[in-house]
């Protein structure tokens, strides 16, 4: 059993036809027949079903697809790495982030670095929220992080965009059908933000409006991440300031609304050490700046 005898099963399942299978493959329909018996033989089973009028497969022939499909997936993977390794680029980049915006800048950066640089892994450390992020990339304890300048010294920034923000509110909440409100509006409500500690902008963005508009917001609660956050907002225990791309996560019970105040509440970048050596860490930058155009900070 060969690997290219899996190539040759595939075109073959889709075509059903040997003769375009092999004009697909570039080989003679002899030595496709011939792989295929090969197969079959190392099986000990019968593929497909073979007329002078038509070709389809048996139910062993449908049972072998995923698993060609995934052999081919593994050897193209195989060679991507091996190809990585030859360049020199290989290497492990561990990367902090949270909220819900890091979450979605850093889904398009992995699947980018898988496909462009398979010998690199990016190591994801969720809940390390944007201060804490900082300080690790500082102290050599992470490569790169979700941050808002201004950044520690030496810390280089790709700024991404200005974070807007809104409120979450329980879908039976009395404001939960306005069109927008304001920050003033939410005086004497009860909210749920992240912990102090953690450094989240989100949070900062909150008592810096809740300051503007004159007073002191009650926290009710406090939530390790969006998710538990938007949770306790379903569960009615409180409202809370949320980032704009948080409206496509659906928990049940909750609305989102416009706050009136919440342009350009912060600013998202990336940051990483300007002294970090890392040829992986060199090259996931050079990939951010191609897919991540840079924004002006506000």
């Known amino acids: 059993m060969e690997l290219r005898h899996f190539s040759a099963f ?10 375009r299978a092999a004009e ?8 496709l027949s011939q792989m295929i018996r090969s197969l079959e033989k190392d099986l000990d089973v019968q593929l497909f079903e073979r007329t002078t009028r038509r070709v389809r497969l048996t139910s062993s022939g449908e049972a072998l697809i995923e698993p060609a499909r995934s052999i081919q997936a593994q050897v193209e993977g195989a060679r991507r790495i091996a190809r990585a390794a030859k360049e020199g680029v290989v290497g492990r980049v561990r990367i902090g982030f949270g909220g819900t915006s890091g979450y979605s800048i850093l889904s398009l950066l992995a699947r980018e670095v898988a ?7 990016l190591e994801m450390h969720p809940q390390t929220y944007s201060g804490e992020s900082a300080l690790a990339v500082r102290d ?5 992080g979700i941050i808002s300048p201004p950044a520690p010294a030496g810390i280089a920034v790709h700024v991404i965009r200005q974070e807007r923000v809104m409120v979450a509110v329980p879908t039976s909440h009395e404001l939960a059908d306005a069109e927008s409100v304001s920050m003033a509006d939410l005086k004497e409500q009860p909210f749920i933000t992240y912990a102090p500690s953690h450094g989240s902008q989100v949070r900062e963005a909150m008592m810096r409006l809740a300051d503007q508009a004159g007073y002191l917001p009650h926290i009710a609660q406090e939530a390790p991440d969006p998710y538990s956050l938007l949770a306790l907002v379903g569960a009615q ?14 928990i049940d019970g909750v609305t989102y609304v416009r706050l009136a ?29 191609e897919i991540l155009p840079e924004a002006s900070e506000g």
Request: hydrophobic share 45%.
């Open 140 to 144: 050599g304890t992470m490569d790169m």
């Open 24 to 31: 697909t493959l570039h080989i003679a329909q002899p030595a």
């Open 237 to 250: 225990v409180g409202i809370a300031i949320v980032v704009e791309s948080s409206n496509h996560i659906r």
């Open 261 to 289: 105040e919440g342009g350009d509440a912060f600013t998202l970048a990336l940051g990483w050490r300007r002294n970090n050596p890392s040829k992986a860490l060199a090259r996931v930058v050079e990939i951010v700046q």
């Open 115 to 121: 496909h462009r640089q398979p010998g690199i892994s």
């Open 10 to 19: 595939l075109a073959v399942a889709q075509e059903l036809h040997f003769g």
